[in-house]
């Protein structure tokens, strides 16, 4: 089980307390993490490590990786995610049908913060090797 807190700093403001992980959350600071962008940073992030862990355990030789994210919300509160979409960007000789494998693998099987969202968002992803 995961114990995590947060301490308000006022306004709309949290901050982790001591002894949790470092993060700050704000409704609407320009520069600062909103709450919805940590769950987009959340999907990437764990989908973005199983894919790595795939390829590297594979042995190919991934060079570096980034990912993209786009997210359509629903116009109406609580403003949910309706949609993602994440494009990943593979440097490296890595075999296209591995790079499907393991966003598969992901999608379907590894990425606990995916598998934790409500089963009608849509969730597209797209990927290119250079």
Known sequence: MYSLSLDWLGDLKFKNSPHSPEIELHS???????????LAYAVMGCMAMDIVHVIQKGRHDLRSMSVRFKGERASDYPKRYTGMTLHFEIHGPVPTAVVERAIE???????????SIRTDVAL???????
């Not at 693998?105 to 598998?115: A, F, G, I």
């Not at 597209?124 to 250079?130: D, Y």
Request: proline share 7%.
């Open 28 to 38: 609407s600071t320009p520069g600062v993490t909103s709450p919805t962008q940590a």
């Open 105 to 115: 693998l992901s999608r379907t099987k590894y990425c606990s913060v995916w598998n």
């Open 124 to 130: 597209e992803t797209s990927f290119e090797i250079t």
